[in-house]
């Protein structure tokens, strides 16, 4: 029972040709009661990284905040960026910690160092590397879309209207979803984000 009140979401990571994609619905909401409309819940932790959760969005402040905070240590003391993978195991770590009194969010993690990447993280710590992910209510909406569509190779602007298109299809059936996308995208030529209104 209580799943029924844990905030429901849906958030996308895909990578694509050059870059990661990630898209997030802006809805907050605790079993059928609408908390907010209008919530970010994908942030920038680095020049070249960036996070998306589902679940409990103050959480995922508090963690995003701590990483970005020691990835900017780590290049005072090594004086360059700190690798996706390198963040995503930080994350990882600060997760599995506080196991027995856990960060209540599922996390997606994507960046371009060398090539794309894309990392899941549970409320636990796992950590599973991927091409593509979904987490939140309306993951399974979302995830047979891009099972059915997602090609490794495909362009900046494919890979976002295939992000779109599977949050819009998650928010059509799931009603903890909604209100609204975030999308931000990462290539080698740096971070670009866009919000549309639904």
Known sequence: MAFQFMPGATTVGLTYESGITLAAEKR??????VVNKNTKKIFQI???VAAGCAGMVADMQVLTRQVSAL???????????MATNSIAKLMSVIMFERRFFPLLTQVIVGGVQNEPQIYTLDPLGS????????????????????????NKNMSQDVSKKLALKAIKSSIQRDSASG????????????IEEESINL
């Not at 209100?179 to 740096?190: C, E, R, V």
């Open 71 to 81: 990835a900017k240590i780590r290049k005072l003391e090594t004086r360059r960026e």
């Open 127 to 150: 950590l599973l590397p991927d091409n593509y992910a979904v987490v939140g209510t309306g993951a399974e909406l979302a995830l047979g879309l891009i099972d059915a569509e997602y």
């Open 179 to 190: 209100d609204g996308i975030d999308i931000l995208t990462i290539s080698k030529k740096g």
């Open 28 to 33: 907050i909401s605790y079993g059928n009661f």
């Open 46 to 48: 680095t020049d070249q």
